[in-house]
């Protein structure tokens, strides 16, 4: 019996040790990257990493995210470098489980974010240069582990009434503006692949359908992400 009990032990630490299939679920603001999220809280074997909104809200009674909003140009800076402090925390973050789901990722922070403050001055070049900097750093020397990239896809419009609906109190004086360029962002990113490297294959779901029909497009994207835990 006692050979067996290690035998057993040593098949659940090898399991143990095979990297999680990892999943980053991307989206424009409010493109509803928390509800995906929720909904795979269903399924057995699963890690869900929100995104760590709550610690830029409040670091060490610090509203970030406030401040970045309130005066982007003194703010943007220690903002985004907490931001990608926080990002890679998540990518580093051991997962006990065969699936492990990520709200974001150090690649939207830099592709999306970063590059539009960067596009629109709000960041100094010197700035820009630090923060991409330190984003090739990591992804030559600490490996970020990416299966594949869920892209909620959504109209700007639509996701701006859900802004103003949802009523966050830092995102009131967003201008749609800011979404359309956000989107066109994420869409070079992700479907126009500008950028050199995209770090997964991509699954586009429509996530423009409202709450009671977007379960049926989520559907769509069980099979393969639990294939592996399944
Ligand atoms: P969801 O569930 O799709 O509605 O997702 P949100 O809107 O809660 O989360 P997200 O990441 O789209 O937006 C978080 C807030 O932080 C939003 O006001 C944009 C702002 N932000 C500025 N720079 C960055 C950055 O580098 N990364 C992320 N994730 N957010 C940033």
Redesign the pocket.
Known sequence: LSHLTVASNISKMSANNVKPFTVFVE?????????FLEHFRQFEDITLLT?P?EMWRDLKGCNL?EL?YKDPEKWAMT??SY?SLTMLDMHRRPAPTPVKLME?SLF??RYC??EHMMRNNTLHPAQFAVLDEWFRFIQHNIPIDADLIVYLKTSPSIVYQRIKKRARS??QCVPLSYIEELHRLHEDWLINRIHAECPAPVLVLDADLDLSQITDEYKRSEHQILRKAV
Do not use: H, P, W, Y
């Open positions: 989206g424009n603001i409010g493109s509803g990257k928390t509800t995104e909104v995210l970045m903002f985004q931001v974001r939207s922070a974010f970063v830092e995102e």
